[in-house]
């Protein structure tokens, strides 16, 4: 099934003299390069009302008509899975993620995910970019996300997080003492070895992870973490780069730090702990339609408080 829909732009005057591939890549960033790029060979996208070559050289000014052939996502089922939702309208919809969901279907989990949810809850969904989500969290990740409901609030969502105009704040429990906050700064691309990981690299992708301390223990420490940039598993990356592995982080972990002198109920929970703790607490974000500013805040899963609480009463 197919649907239609036209969209209009104008190049705009500091992209003068560029190539209609890029033009339209800058202009439409919902859609993928290679989905562009069939549009621009079909036909669908014109300039002036004349068909051109991917390559070829577009002028400040120039009307660009995209008829952007949209496929409805059939190959994903609408599934009945319960939603925590924190905020809805009509752009935008605010969801507190829960530990064990798989964002996007993929090799492996094609059902039982975010997307097999949203297309049971809001049927429309099926003819945006990956029914509406603009940004992801990892299956043992906890927390806020925002979906899109519709293609301009998809457009302008994608826009505000390439300008890194999204506030996203986590609160991640890691083993080691932190003295004082920081800024990492360090590319992340593919492992050079193990190709399902991510890891610090010249080669990589800028990535830039702000934290603070939120709560001291006598070997572990609960910060406070901002995104700056929105790469593949970067907190969890940067922070064992810096030698804080989240607890829990069976990737980028490593074996379990369990100090000596706790107690056995605390070490087991330590030990048996079954996923990164690790929570986006926090969501701000300029609305797509409005232009209020709106934020939204979660407090920690009942896990991660649980193992907090074993923390704090070891401590007193």
């Excluded at 099926?126 to 509406?132: K, N, Q, S, T």
């Amino acid at each position: 099934m197919l649907q239609n829909q036209q969209i209009i732009s104008i190049v705009p005057p500091e992209m003068d003299g560029y190539r209609l591939d890029q033009v339209v890549a800058s202009l439409c960033p919902q859609y993928s390069r290679s989905q562009l790029q069939k549009w621009i060979k079909a036909g669908h996208i014109r300039v002036e009302d004349k068909v051109l070559k991917p390559k070829e050289r577009l002028t400040s000014g120039e009307a660009i008509i995209i008829n952007a052939v949209q496929e409805v996502q059939t190959e994903f089922a609408p599934e009945d899975i319960p939603l925590d939702i924190v905020y809805e309208d009509d752009a935008i919809l605010v969801i507190n993620k829960p530990v064990g969901l798989v964002v996007h279907p993929a090799a492996g989990n094609w059902s039982g995910t975010l997307v097999n949810a949203l297309l049971h809850y809001a049927p429309s969904l099926e003819m945006l970019p990956r029914a509406g989500i603009v940004h992801r969290l990892d299956k043992d990740t906890t927390g806020l996300m925002v979906v899109a409901k519709t293609l301009q609030a998809h457009t302008k969502l994608v826009e505000l997080l390439q300008e890194r105009d999204v506030s996203r704040e986590y609160l991640a429990l890691v083993s080691g003492q932190v003295v004082a906050g920081s800024t990492i700064e360090a590319n992340i691309g593919r492992h050079h070895v193990d190709r399902k990981k991510q890891a610090v690299t010249e080669s990589g992708k800028q990535a830039i992870t702000h934290y603070r301390v939120e709560e001291r223990f006598p070997h572990h420490t609960l910060l406070r973490v901002a995104l700056e940039t929105g790469r593949t598993h970067q907190i969890r990356v940067h922070l064992s780069w810096k030698h804080l592995p989240i607890v829990g982080d069976q990737v980028y972990g490593g074996r379990p730090r369990v100090p000596a002198g706790i107690s056995d109920e605390l070490r087991t929970a330590l030990q048996t702990f079954p996923r990164q703790a690790l929570h986006a607490t926090r969501l701000g974000l300029v609305h797509p339609v409005s232009g209020d500013y709106l934020e939204w805040e979660r407090p920690l899963p009942d896990d991660m408080s649980e193992l907090l609480n074993l923390l704090r009463k070891e401590n007193t």
